[in-house]
């Protein structure tokens, strides 16, 4: 059975950090794209970021570009989502998800499997 788990949720400030991690289980997960989606409170999911199997490829929602990381250690099955200069806007529930494709990472579509998620909230 997959299991994706994120943690690393909370309540910050504007301008503060956060990272969250997704542990994975039950996939081999060096096999898989893992990307990180957000949810805010009456809209849609969407894509925040994306990295290959290899790490060496990544890709960013332009609304976090410069200001989010994705990395993943494939040793210890996790993905990881690094936000820095966090912004009110940023408030969601964050999704990780994982993709047994490498094609077109940036669509909800793509995915096969996805966590619970986790809660970020910042205020102003």
């Known amino acids: 059975q997959v299991q994706l788990v994120e943690s690393g949720g909370g309540l910050v400030q504007a301008g503060d950090s956060l990272r969250l991690s997704c542990a994975a289980s039950?996939?081999?997960?060096?096999?898989?794209?893992m990307g990180w989606f957000r949810q805010a409170p009456g809209k849609e999911r969407e894509f925040v970021a994306a990295?290959?199997?290899?790490?060496?490829?990544?890709t960013y929602a332009d609304s976090v570009k410069g200001r989010f990381t994705i990395s993943r250690d494939n040793a210890k099955n996790t993905a990881y989502l690094q936000m820095t200069s966090l912004k009110p806007d940023d408030t969601a529930v964050y999704y990780c998800?994982?993709?047994?494709?490498?094609?077109?990472?940036?669509?909800?579509?793509?995915?096969?499997?996805w966590g619970q998620g986790t809660q970020v909230t910042v205020s102003s």
């Open positions: 039950g996939l081999t997960f060096k096999s898989y794209a």
């Open positions: 998800a994982a993709a047994s494709s490498f094609i077109a990472t940036w669509n909800i579509e793509a995915y096969n499997y």
């Open positions: 990295i290959h199997w290899s790490a060496g490829r990544t």
